[in-house]
């Protein structure tokens, strides 16, 4: 009996130990599967990061300094002071040159004057060039320049040390008050020439570029963004809302059945398939003040007063350029559209007339409610598309007269390449991201608590 007892005891633990290993293996095994979960959607993160994240997070980084193509010195980012060696060569010598004959043919104090200032320049010229570095391409550069031949840009600027920096201006201030001196007791012939001689050389000192959220200190008060963004806002508004309207109506028409559907399908997509800007040009002719027919039937309509109003007036430029967006992307919204209605069963239409209900019961009722989750994502789809509108106005109006059609994007790309300002550029840029970004969350909230509703059966 006490042997069959331990017998069974031995069972139990064992069972017991068995239970646990069980438990041990399945708890490794789901902390695996969570693991492995993480590992399938990290390369998916990680796409995302690169194409998306990455280049915003660069045009922010670029929108904190003053970045110009049209000044050499700015054309790229510099986090400290540096030296533009082709103009410091350049134009060093030719001051030293001037200072040397002034000296030759100067006397008595005068002499000593300039003989101490040819020397104070080739003093911070020498401690320049103890750097190794500055010192090769000195002379590098120097005989480039005899040669004639270009310099190319990696020899061409060097990083300085701020003692470098404030020595080399302390240097030229000390020299020009010097010569102006001197220029006021007529004691120099010519010292326009060298004034400007020093000028170049201060120009050759590259500034660090860094200037933190200044531009968005700037766009904060600047009337120009705030009317960009005023434009760019109606603009979406109201071409969307429009469009909207018209998507629902072309959908549920090309939803019935009658003769010829298919062919008027595929002609409602034809406006769409158009390439933006040969649709803009399209338009731009048919808007023509003199020979477009479109602003011919306005005015004949008595619309407009003159064929010419539609592109050079603020209220006519803003007009057409909705009209055009709506007539190119009205079908996309349909075609959404008329895809839910697609999914829509046809026994809920059926119930409903023989419960009596009238079709514009059946439409409130039943077609909207069903469509609203489709409806918001092509709400989405076109509001993102429409506040990012460029290429259909630049060609149409090019933001004309007078900014009345300039949307921020626009505006950010006359800064950018036009004024060749990226730094300013990217800071619009990445405003406009801010208010895409706004705008996308707004619609996956309400989005996102439709289909909640919808599948807690609300």
């Not at 911070?124 to 190794?132: E, K, P, R």
């Not at 600027?157 to 007529?186: D, F, G, H, P, W």
Request: charged share 15%; aromatic share 10%.
């Amino acid at each position: 009996m006490e042997v069959a007892q331990q017998s069974g005891k031995h069972k139990q633990a064992s069972s017991g130990k068995e239970g646990g290993e069980r438990m041990n293996r399945s708890t490794k095994m789901s902390l695996s599967e969570k693991q492995m979960g993480y590992l399938l959607i990290f390369p998916a993160l990680l796409i995302i990061l690169v194409i998306a994240i990455w280049p915003v997070m660069r045009s922010f980084w670029i929108s904190l300094h003053d970045i110009r193509l049209n000044d050499p010195t700015k054309s790229e980012i510099h986090s400290s002071y540096g030296l533009d060696m082709e103009r410091y060569v350049s134009t060093l010598p030719n001051l030293l040159r001037y200072i040397k004959r002034e000296a030759e043919s100067a006397e008595g104090s005068s002499k000593e004057k300039l003989n101490a200032l040819q020397a104070q320049i080739e003093q911070t010229n020498t401690s320049l060039n103890q750097s190794g570095e500055i010192a090769n391409r000195y002379q590098m550069i120097d005989q480039l320049l005899l040669d004639f031949k270009p310099v190319p840009t990696e020899l061409k600027y060097v990083s300085l040390s701020n003692e470098q920096t404030e020595s080399i201006k302390t240097s030229l201030a000390e020299v020009r008050a010097v010569l102006l001196q001197m220029s006021e007791q007529k004691l120099l012939s010519k010292p326009e020439g060298a004034l400007g001689v020093i000028q170049g050389i201060e120009a050759s000192i590259i500034e660090p570029n860094f200037v933190g959220f200044a531009y968005y200190q700037k766009f904060l008060t600047d009337a120009r963004m705030w009317g960009a963004l005023y434009n760019t806002a109606f603009f979406t508004v109201i071409s969307v809302a429009i469009e909207l309207v018209l998507g629902i109506l072309i959908a549920l028409l090309i939803n019935r059945p009658f003769r010829g559907r298919s062919l008027v399908r595929a002609t409602v997509l034809i406006p769409w398939a158009i390439p933006t800007v040969i649709s803009a040009m399209m338009w731009k002719f048919l808007y023509d003040g003199q020979n477009g027919i479109i602003a011919y039937l306005f005015e004949q309509a008595g619309l407009i007063s003159d064929m010419g109003m539609l592109l050079t007036t603020k209220a006519g430029a803003m007009f057409s350029v909705i009209l055009a967006d709506v007539w190119k992307t009205t079908p996309f919204m349909a075609l959404l559209i008329f895809a839910g209605l697609q999914t829509i069963p046809q026994s809920l239409y059926e119930a409903a007339s023989v419960d009596g209900a009238t079709r514009t019961q059946q439409f409130f009722r039943i077609t909207l409610p069903m469509l609203k989750s489709t409806i918001l994502v092509a709400l989405l789809f076109r509001t993102l598309d429409a506040f990012r509108v460029f290429d259909l106005i630049y060609t149409l109006t090019g933001g004309a007269p007078g900014n009345s059609t300039e949307t921020i994007s626009i505006y950010a790309y006359k800064t950018m390449f036009a004024q060749m300002s990226f730094g300013e550029g990217s800071a619009l840029a990445v405003i406009v991201f801010l208010c895409v970004a706004l705008i996308s969350i707004g619609y996956v909230k309400i989005l996102g608590a439709d289909l909640l509703s919808d599948g807690s059966g609300k």
